[in-house]
T-cell receptor, first 118, second 119 residues
Framework: KAGVTQTPRYLIKTRGQQVTLSCSPI?????VSWYQQTPGQGLQFLFE???????NKGNFPGRFSGRQFSNSRSEMNVSTLELGDSALYLC?????????????????FGPGTRLTVL | AQTVTQSQPEMSVQEAETVTLSCTYD???????LFWYKQPPSRQMILVIR??????QNATENRFSVNFQKAAKSFSLKISDSQLGDTAMYFC????????????????FGTGTRLQVTL
């Protein structure tokens, strides 16, 4: 089974531009989470999508947004890029269990997209 | 809110030796999971080991084991017989018990410990 894929792997943008990153989860996985990794702030949760709905959101400004499609693929968008948005963006997918059952589902991470803002 | 603290920014160990990485956390939750993730230079985040808070028995996965002290909110990782391939950043992470809808809860990570395995 193929792992989580993220495209593009590397991206260079300039301040003020916007960017869209893509994440394809493992087949059958319906939950996709996004994380930002920077040397200064470490790994921080951005948001989680399940069945095309944002179910959980971290403490990031509104410039960061996302969506999920019916095939569970997810995109995140950052508008009006700032230098501080330079980071490794990781997405993770998980298999969501049957509704009504609280169970752990491992998050499988993709290789990340390295975004550099100049 | 949960916090995870890793007080060792860098550690070094010789091949075949044993090393212990420290992690403490703070939470008011009673049911949760704790994890150790490995991030090698390739940047791919890989799950090393998982511990359910309601289990008293410490988790083990081959050469990797944890020392989970719930009352002290401590969760250390022991790597036995260290190998060169263990060289990586190691992150301790916390997750609340997922909701009844089964949706994944977010991971809260520590700042990481860079482990170098030397010959």
């Amino acid at each position: 089974k193929a792992g989580v894929t993220q495209t593009p792997r590397y991206l260079i943008k300039t301040r003020g531009q916007q960017v869209t990153l893509s994440c394809s989860p493992i087949s059958g996985h319906r939950s996709v989470s996004w994380y930002q990794q920077t040397p200064g702030q470490g790994l921080q949760f951005l948001f989680e999508y399940f069945s095309e709905t944002q179910r959980n959101k971290g403490n990031f400004p509104g410039r960061f947004s996302g969506r999920q499609f019916s095939n569970s693929r997810s995109e995140m968008n950052v508008s009006t890029l700032e230098l501080g948005d330079s980071a490794l963006y990781l997405c993770a997918s998980s298999l969501v269990g049957t509704s009504g059952v609280s169970s752990y589902n491992e998050q499988f991470f993709g290789p990340g997209t390295r975004l550099t803002v100049l | 809110a949960q916090t995870v603290t890793q007080s060792q920014p860098e550690m070094s160990v010789q091949e075949a030796e044993t090393v212990t990485l420290s992690c403490t956390y703070d939470t008011s939750e009673s049911n949760y999971y704790l994890f150790w993730y490995k991030q090698p230079p390739s940047r791919q985040m890989i799950l090393v080991i998982r511990q359910e808070a309601y289990k008293q028995q410490n988790a083990t996965e081959n050469r990797f084991s944890v020392n989970f002290q719930k009352a002290a909110k401590s969760f250390s990782l022991k790597i036995s017989d260290s190998q060169l391939g263990d060289t990586a950043m190691y992150f301790c992470a916390f997750m609340k018990l997922p909701s009844l809808t089964g949706t994944a809860s977010k991971l809260t990570f520590g700042t990481g410990t860079r482990l170098q395995v030397t010959l």
